[in-house]
Antibody
Framework: EVQLLESGGGLVQPGGSLRLSCAASGFSFNSYAMSWVRQAPGKGLEWVSAISGSGTNTYYTDSVKGRFTISRDKSKNTLYLQMNSLRAEDTGFYFC??????????????????WGQGTLVTVSS | QSVLTQPPSVSGASGQRVTISCTGGSSNIGAGYDVHWYQQLPGTAPKLLIYGNTNRPSGVPDRFSGSKSGTSASLAITGLQAEDEADYYC????????????FGGGTRLTVL
């Protein structure tokens, strides 16, 4: 059974940092692209970042470029999102999500067949 | 402002059919990129409902169907049930600027 379990959320002041983790199990982690998708309270879904199965290719939405870094550790089957210079508008639930197809190297055709339960990030003074 | 436009809300009586539209442009749906649909029940993570415009993952009832034409896509739900009350999101890829995955703004379905 595929499971994705996020952790690392919390309350942080503007300008601060957090690192989110997503522990994956039940599938060949190294073979699938993974993404982070966020949702501000009461709002819609917003794609944040993606990484290929090999970790070679990374992609970001413009508003987080230069501030967030996505990475993965194949030895721990874990996806990460390092978030620096946090802003109030970064507040929301952060979901990790698995791509449907094995071996996707681009972000042109990502399809999310499994999602974690989300971890809440609150940026406030 | 989402690149993909969905109606904020739709409603239908139990047993009826409803459709949810997802309107894009020449840099996303109109450029040939596939559309996928997700259902999000209150307080839960999204669930994949339709992928590749028309395909249903195993376990998704055939009451749910998707279509795509030109710069738009649609999700149809027949035989509405109370458990279908949820938020629905379309997703595609947009090649403008630096390129990114894009979601519609979401549609709240109310079953009357």
């Amino acid at each position: 059974e595929v499971q994705l379990l996020e952790s690392g959320g919390g309350l942080v002041q503007p300008g601060g940092s957090l690192r989110l983790s997503c522990a994956a199990s039940g599938f060949s982690f190294n073979s699938y692209a993974m993404s982070w998708v966020r949702q501000a309270p009461g709002k819609g879904l917003e794609w944040v970042s993606a990484i290929s199965g090999s970790g070679t290719n990374t992609y970001y939405t413009d508003s987080v470029k230069g501030r967030f870094t996505i990475s993965r550790d194949k030895s721990k089957n874990t996806l990460y999102l390092q978030m620096n210079s946090l802003r109030a508008e970064d507040t929301g639930f952060y979901f990790c999500a698995k791509d449907l197809y094995m071996g996707s190297g681009s972000n042109h055709d990502l399809i999310y067949d499994y999602w974690g339960q989300g971890t809440l990030v609150t940026v406030s003074s | 402002q989402s690149v993909l436009t969905q109606p904020p809300s739709v409603s239908g009586a139990s047993g009826q059919r409803v459709t949810i539209s997802c309107t894009g442009g020449s840099s996303n749906i109109g450029a040939g990129y596939d559309v996928h649909w997700y259902q999000q029940l209150p307080g839960t993570a999204p669930k994949l409902l339709i992928y590749g415009n028309t395909n249903r993952p195993s376990g998704v009832p055939d009451r749910f169907s998707g279509s795509k034409s030109g710069t738009s896509a649609s999700l149809a739900i027949t035989g509405l049930q109370a458990e279908d009350e949820a938020d629905y999101y379309c997703q595609s890829y947009d090649s403008s600027l630096s390129g990114r995955v894009v979601f519609g703004g979401g549609t709240r379905l109310t079953v009357l």
